[in-house]
């Protein structure tokens, strides 16, 4: 028998009623889960080695439905179903936990007796069964994967004879592998005593990940969708409650996103012609100013007709001097002289690190004169004095006299300057909503773009436009910026905006907002 890919939620109803007192295996996954394509040649392989039982697979990206009705969250989830009902379910991709439940479930109809014929099929690695020679070892792994007893011989002896190490490493590298690649032990590096003699790692408090290490994780959630691929973005990655192949893998913050910014930036100057210095030769090339001083001559008509320069700087040379510039580059964002923190992804920003990239002068400097720029590395420092901007005595534009007055563009709105204002703008918002008491009410919660929550109550024949204009009310600040809802799992836009509230299932619910 092999594993039926299921095809939407009737498809799924079908096949779990048709197996009636078999035991049915469930695989939720997802194309874009590292840990259910590491799970899934072993996967594939159950049907062999356990023929009595039904394999399904249900990718919860085409059957939305089902995941939802089965509360998946995390993949690869494994659920286990007799006579219609959930017996057992596992997540994670440990081969070893998979099989222990297989073996757990298979030998039983439900009443406590083996199945006829089946009885002697499980196989099991810890405790009392565990074999007591590496013959037999081998002979479980080759059955388990099907390879050879050489390439068998090759996972086993690199794990130090332990099953289910080798088992995660054959699925997670080996399938990959040519058969020229392969070995013997004898060519294999030599494990150290202390390698040999560890135990292995019982649960315990988080574990830090040693990032040379590509052990992929047990566990991915939704959350996976928003990550980069590549290594490189992520950050260092933690294990919770376990150890790397038991526990829930955390990832910290970027890692190199925001350095690889600053490098480029002083890359670039430094490709034309920059030149680095300390903070004591900064301050003392800024006291010269480049100039050099002494006595020097004016000549004159004749030979005696000379005038001495008395040494030192004129009012018009002082002004005359290049104005120094200082830009620091925080891993979040940048200032410019201890100016308020501008943030790298906000365009206007972006294009004044460009102009320094080429050499030029950025528009909002240049009309002062000659600008010695001092570009300074604060990739490790605490940008939290950068954030409050600077006392100003003037910003802003200026209009020449007799210039006509400008037009004023779109509608002014006024913002909430406290708590208290808005708390009175949602009840505003409330209000509008004319609820009937009478008819069916629900509660449903935005989640806005700026972290913040909101609630509101409203009918069931009430519209996706209601809610809209709901959120536009309690939050005058987005009656000027577009944005649209969209439903948390699975994420969806909601379009129609004349649909109701039970006819879009928003029930109860809680609500995303984008900005467009």
């Known amino acids: 028998m092999d594993v039926t890919e299921i095809l939407n939620e009737e498809h799924f109803q079908a096949e779990i009623a048709k197996a009636g007192t078999k035991l049915v295996i469930v695989d939720f996954y997802a194309t874009w889960c590292p840990p259910c394509q590491?799970?899934?040649?072993?996967?594939?392989?159950?049907?062999?080695?356990?023929?009595?039982?039904?394999?399904?697979?249900?990718?919860?990206?085409?059957?939305?439905?089902?995941?939802?009705?089965?509360?998946?969250?995390?993949?690869?989830?494994?659920?286990?179903?007799?006579n219609g009902i959930i017996i057992d379910n596992i997540a994670g991709s440990n081969i070893q936990s998979l099989l222990n439940k297989v073996n757990e479930h298979y030998g039983t109809d439900g009443s406590g007796d083996d199945v006829a014929g089946h009885s002697n099929n499980s196989v099991t690695v810890s405790g009392s069964k565990?074999?007591?020679?590496?013959?037999?070892?081998?002979?479980?792994?080759?059955?388990?994967?099907?390879?050879?007893?050489?390439?068998?011989?090759?996972?086993?002896?690199?794990?130090?004879?332990?099953?289910?190490?080798?088992?995660?490493s054959f699925y997670e590298h080996g399938s990959n592998m040519e058969e020229a690649?392969?070995?013997?032990?004898?060519?294999?590096?030599?494990?150290?005593?202390?390698?040999?003699?560890?135990?292995?790692?019982?649960?315990?408090?988080?574990?830090?990940?040693?990032?040379?290490?590509?052990?992929?994780?047990?566990?991915?959630?939704?959350?996976s969708l928003q990550q980069d691929s590549s290594s490189d973005e992520?950050?260092?990655?933690?294990?919770?409650?376990?150890s790397e192949r038991s526990g829930q893998q955390i990832l910290g913050p970027p890692g190199k996103g925001r350095k690889d910014i600053i490098s480029e930036m002083f890359k670039s100057i430094r490709e034309r012609g920059a030149v680095a210095f300390d903070e004591e030769t900064s301050s003392t090339s800024r006291g010269r100013g480049g100039v050099f001083g002494g006595v020097g001559y004016r000549l004159g008509?004749?030979?005696?007709?000379?005038?001495?320069?008395?040494?030192?700087?004129?009012?018009?040379?002082?002004?005359?001097?290049?104005?120094?510039?200082?830009?620091?580059?925080?891993r979040e964002g940048f200032s410019v002289d201890g100016g308020a923190l501008r943030q790298y992804s906000d365009p206007d920003n972006a294009e004044f690190l460009n102009c320094i990239r080429r050499g030029e002068i950025p528009a909002e400097l240049s009309g002062r004169g000659e600008v010695r720029l001092s570009l300074e590395d604060k990739r490790h420092d605490d940008c939290a004095h950068a954030a409050a901007p600077r006392h100003q005595a003037f910003s802003g534009k200026g209009h020449l006299l007799g210039s006509p007055t400008p037009a004023t563009v779109g509608a002014t709105v006024a913002v909430a300057s406290s708590s208290d204002d808005r708390a009175a703008n949602q009840r505003a918002a409330q209000a509008a909503v004319a609820l009937d008491e009478s008819s069916p009410l629900t509660?449903?919660?935005?989640?806005?773009?700026?972290?913040?929550?909101?609630?509101?109550?409203?009918?069931?024949?009430?519209?996706?436009?209601?809610?809209?204009?709901y959120v536009s009310r309690a939050e005058p600040i987005y009656q000027l910026q577009p944005f649209t809802l969209l439903t948390s799992f699975p994420s969806s836009e909601l379009t129609d905006r004349a649909a109701t509230l039970a006819q879009a299932n928003l029930l109860n619910t809680t609500l995303l907002q984008r900005l467009k």
């Open 130 to 168: 565990m074999p007591p020679n590496k013959e037999d070892i081998l002979r479980q792994f080759c059955d388990v994967t099907g390879a050879d007893d050489n390439r068998s011989k090759f996972f086993l002896e690199s794990s130090n004879w332990q099953l289910d190490v080798a088992l995660s």
């Open 181 to 223: 690649n392969t070995q013997p032990s004898s060519a294999l590096p030599q494990l150290s005593d202390s390698d040999m003699e560890s135990p292995p790692q019982s649960p315990g408090p988080p574990q830090k990940k040693d990032k040379k290490k590509s052990a992929n994780p047990q566990f991915a959630t939704l959350a």
């Open 38 to 82: 590491s799970i899934a040649p072993f996967f594939a392989k159950l049907p062999a080695k356990f023929p009595q039982a039904v394999y399904l697979k249900v990718d919860i990206d085409k059957c939305e439905e089902t995941a939802r009705n089965q509360h998946i969250n995390v993949m690869p989830s494994f659920i286990f179903f007799r």
């Open 443 to 469: 509660t449903v919660q935005f989640r806005l773009v700026d972290g913040s929550r909101l609630t509101g109550r409203f009918n069931h024949t009430h519209t996706v436009a209601d809610l809209i204009q």
């Open 234 to 242: 992520e950050g260092e990655a933690f294990y919770a409650g376990g």
């Open 301 to 330: 008509q004749t030979s005696d007709d000379h005038e001495q320069v008395t040494p030192g700087r004129q009012g018009g040379q002082q002004d005359n001097q290049p104005r120094s510039v200082r830009l620091q580059l925080y």
